[in-house]
């Protein structure tokens, strides 16, 4: 893949003209002033019938997880064979929306992401059917609102070492559970909440305490969901704390329906499917700043010429577009991966998750460079690339956590 | 009552044209192509007909080269039931086109041919028109509205005095102006499921029609590029500008 296919283009041609006709005139009340970024997101997701494609993919997963409880077919999922391509197109189906939003408000598909594909996902790929049926298909429909909830005061990118929310068995097969969590996304909004926590065991020292997961539902009793955070961007991405006090869940919120069902390697997996999607975050905003800056390198004259004219400034649009080019190749690798049914490694995720960020962050503080005093207001827009552009070194794993998940992963494939 | 559509392949309308050095025509290599605007308002018509109740199936039709074949995948995911296309790969001029849609007529017996009233590459604007005529039907150009009423259509029609409503017998020729309607957004299952919908593919020689090059294209130069303008002082000396250039 070399370039988006004729079909793909007019995708994102449209795509783009329900975000510039539908989202962009309302969007700084959602981004500035707490209008929550739902309704508008659910309005597009219908536009595009991405809530059918959703529960056509539900319906086909949930009739071969029934298969496999019937011993019918084997566990392991069908990989696309290579040349069917429907997993590319689908992943294409996937990223351009993704790409498009970005251009104007990256935080809408923080907070899109969040609900159906790490939510939603992650009940989707470990959860029981049961499990699946109640909470899972809202949330991959945006009908409701999920949050997945990791992070803590003290246990950020060591959040398994430093987890103290803890759920204790209750005697009769239920959980008990208290602690806090923070830098929610969807946290002040979200209707089903997906929780990892520890388990506390009598007897077990708390290092070696499990990792456990659970499926809450807002206005469960003890369960209390902050307001919004104030950030330093994504402002159309709700973020907040969750307290749980004495929070009682039955068996039936067990994630997985085990006490194995969803542990450290699944939420680990949960991580991967991340990192793909900022690299087409990333894209959307690269490709937004370069535009901006080459119009306006176009028509501020400075010194009785345009300052596109300065060699200074041809080198930052040119670094720019090293970056634009970069990205989408990396976004259409990705594509083709899908395509054939393979799966990067950790490493090369990892590689194209920290690239995508560092670059989004330079390229969008360039942008500003080059628009001068102008790229300082909020008019021009690309302070807000600027701001929300930030977030992606740090969310999803940091930069730094990303250079170590790199090299470990080499280290450990070249057998050392 | 079937209703014909027919769509045309060409330079997006967001592209910068760009003509070529030896004035033979405009770039279109590695350029954004898609439907004729106009020509998807005439597609959401006809669905809106059809899902009104008013019709039972949506024929899309392209005249072109292979590559066409993708505005008819956009039309089939639009709504669509099934598609042909002519396959020419010579420019088509209004005549063609219209003994193509009069051949294809005659053998699909459609209620209503909607067409564009013009394509956004030539601005010739003359198919519909020749159309009607060949096939000896009305004709309702610059549709602004239109309303179904048993075997008459009632269209309102932009002209430069003003909006004017008459009153066809179907079958009819119906092209379609800007305000007609807003053209839907294409749902994503929708785009797949048109790669399962039919498109037949034809030639001239099948129909048994044969091309009309009586137009020939003898340049294509870009429009010239307009003068800096001048900032006069005062209205005396505007006048004798405007005076020295022969201009009053």
Known sequence: ?416 | MKLMVSVKRVVDYNVRIQVKPDGSGVVTDGVKMSMNPFDEIAMEEALRIKEAGNAEEIIAVTIGEQKAQEQLRTALAMGADRAIHVEVDEDIQPLTAARVLKALADKEQPGMVLLGKQAIDDDQGQTGQMLAALWDRPQATFASKVDLDGQKAKVTREVDAGLETIEVDLPAVVTTDLRLNEPRYVKLPDIMKAKKKPIDTTSLADLGVEAAPGLKVTNTAPPPERQGGKKVESVDELVSELKNRGLI
């Open chain 1, 1 to 416: 893949m070399i370039e988006w296919s004729e079909s793909q283009q007019s995708i994102r041609q449209m795509v783009r003209d329900f975000v510039e006709k539908e989202i962009v005139p309302g969007l700084d009340e959602i981004e500035y002033n707490g209008v929550p970024p739902y309704d508008i997101l659910r309005k597009m997701i219908r536009t595009f019938g991405m809530d059918e494609l959703a529960r056509q993919n539900f319906d086909k997963q949930i009739a071969r997880d029934r298969a496999v409880e019937a011993g019918e077919v084997s566990e392991q999922p069908q990989a696309d064979k290579g040349g069917s391509g429907a997993g590319g197109e689908r992943a294409a189906m996937t990223l351009i929306p993704i790409i498009e939003l970005s251009r104007h408000a990256q935080g809408l598909v923080t907070a899109m992401g969040v609900s159906m594909g790490l939510t939603g996902g992650a009940i989707m790929s470990k959860g029981t059917i049961e499990q699946k049926e109640r909470w899972a298909l809202d949330l991959l429909t945006l009908d409701k609102v999920g949050a997945w909830a990791i992070s803590e005061p003290n246990a950020g990118s060591d959040a398994f070492g430093q987890m103290k929310t803890l759920a204790r068995r209750d005697g009769e097969g239920g959980y008990i559970i208290n602690g806090n969590k923070t830098w929610i996304t969807n946290g002040p909004f979200a209707d089903t909440i997906v929780l990892i926590c520890k388990l506390d065991e009598d007897g077990v020292a708390p290092e070696d305490r499990k990792i456990v997961s659970f499926i809450l539902d807002s206005g469960m009793p003890g369960l209390e969901q902050s307001k919004p955070f104030k950030k330093m961007g994504i402002g159309s991405s709700p973020t907040g704390e969750l307290f749980l006090k004495d929070v009682h869940a039955g068996p039936e919120r067990l994630l997985g329906g085990s006490e194995a069902g969803y542990g450290r390697s699944g939420a680990k997996s949960t991580f991967m499917q991340e990192r793909a999607g900022v690299a087409a975050m990333a894209l959307g905003m690269v490709e937004r700043a370069l535009e901006l800056s080459v119009g306006y390198a176009n028509e501020r004259v400075q010194f009785g010429r345009a300052i596109g004219d300065n060699q200074l400034v041809q080198l930052k649009l040119a670094k720019m577009e090293v970056a634009r080019v970069n990205l989408q190749n990396m976004v259409f690798r990705y594509i083709e991966t899908m395509a054939e049914g393979r799966q990067m490694t950790l490493a090369e995720a990892s590689a194209m998750k920290l690239y995508a960020a560092q670059t989004a962050m330079e390229v969008a503080t360039e942008a500003v460079q080059v628009h001068g005093g102008y790229g300082y207001m909020r008019e021009s827009r690309v302070e807000q690339l600027m701001r929300d552009a930030k977030i992606l070194q740090i969310y999803a794993g940091t930069d730094e956590m990303q250079v170590i998940a790199i090299a470990r992963d080499l280290r450990q494939r070249a057998g050392t």
